[in-house]
């Protein structure tokens, strides 16, 4: 199932008191062959080491390696999980002549992402540029639709942590193409293709950042839509309402986290820096409620730019989150 698992991120302290474990002494490359059948659910973290994406939407390149940054930010956080916790290797992006191998790696990411959920995992995708939703939704998809034997169309809730929504049409970029802007207008356009509803949340919209044009999309499409000045201590009970209702009428949820929906003091390394953001105590809280809904099914982080992180401030923040949202509810 993994193409390569590269364990050498995973080091840190290591503390002489008993149950001092950290998540370095405790990650285990992800067992496969006749091991696998054995191996317990689990926390499974795989990586898409990708930016195509974020270059065809003329943002600054690096995410690709995001992936490793966030293991090593990870490896030296206190271990207070109960679950079992697995490094699935990576999804890396390899170009073919003109072709940026963007679409290649999203159908890998798909297949890997559908075959831990199989197998009962929580995935936790490492990106890469948000080109990552497209294939992380299109693995939950597969393994939904493989478990769904033909019933019910299932009800899938995109709750998206963003400073933009990405559902610029592709069919109006250069070259038709998608892109890290594009994922979930491209998701839609599957959803109406299978016969399945489209549910989107986005919240922590920048308005300076989204064209009218985008707003306008987004309402065509029903999202409910909160912007970064909306999310404060006094109004969170209020949003975390809203989300609590828009997660009660779906099945299951793939919660996505760009990070560039943190303000730019809190994540510098990302590929569009935010001038206001949403700050990491109050994303938090949201991550987490969604955490506690019991139908979190994937999780993905995107858009970390290690060459840019001061102090790996960012590396740092999706760490914690991560840390977060395996804890059990």
Request: charged letters at 20%; proline letters at 6%; glycine letters at 10%.
């Amino acid at each position: 199932m993994s193409e390569w698992i590269d364990m050498s991120p995973w080091a840190g302290r290591e503390d002489p008191e008993p149950n001092s474990l950290r998540w370095h002494q405790v990650i285990e490359p992800l067992p496969t062959g006749s091991r696998a059948a054995n191996a317990p659910a689990g926390i499974a973290l795989l990586g898409f080491a990708c930016d195509a994406g974020v270059a065809r939407n003329h943002g600054r390149i690096g995410a690709a390696g995001g992936p490793r940054a966030i293991r090593k930010a990870l490896a030296n956080l206190a271990w207070h999980h109960g679950a079992s916790a697995f490094d699935a290797g990576d999804v890396v992006c390899h170009p073919h002549g003109s072709d940026d191998g963007m679409e290649s790696a999203q159908s890998r990411l798909a297949g890997r992402a559908a075959a831990l959920l199989d197998a009962g995992h929580l995935p936790v995708v490492l990106g890469g540029g948000h080109e990552v939703a497209y294939g992380s939704w299109s693995g939950l998809a597969r393994h939904l639709e493989n478990a769904a034997s033909g019933k019910t169309a299932p009800v899938i809730g995109i709750i998206n942590l963003d400073a933009h929504f990405d559902l610029r049409n592709p069919l109006l970029t250069p070259g038709q193409r998608g892109s890290s802007g594009t994922p979930f207008a491209q998701i839609a356009d599957e959803c109406e293709r299978r016969g399945w509803p489209f549910r989107y949340a986005c919240l922590g919209v920048s308005r300076a950042n989204n064209t009218a044009a985008l707003f306008e999309r987004a309402a065509e499409f029903g999202v409910l839509v909160r912007e970064d000045h909306e999310i404060t201590a006094a109004s969170l009970d209020g949003i975390g309402d809203e989300l609590d209702a828009f997660i009660a009428d779906c099945d299951r949820i793939y919660l996505t986290i760009d990070l560039d929906v943190l303000p730019a003091s809190e994540a510098p390394g990302v590929s569009a820096p935010a001038a206001h953001g949403v700050s990491l105590p109050l994303l938090e809280r949201l991550a987490v409620r969604v955490r506690d809904s019991h139908k979190l099914a994937l999780v993905d982080l995107a858009e970390l730019n290690p060459g840019f992180d001061i102090d790996g401030r960012t590396a740092k923040a999706a760490a914690r989150l991560i840390h977060q949202l395996t804890l059990a509810p």
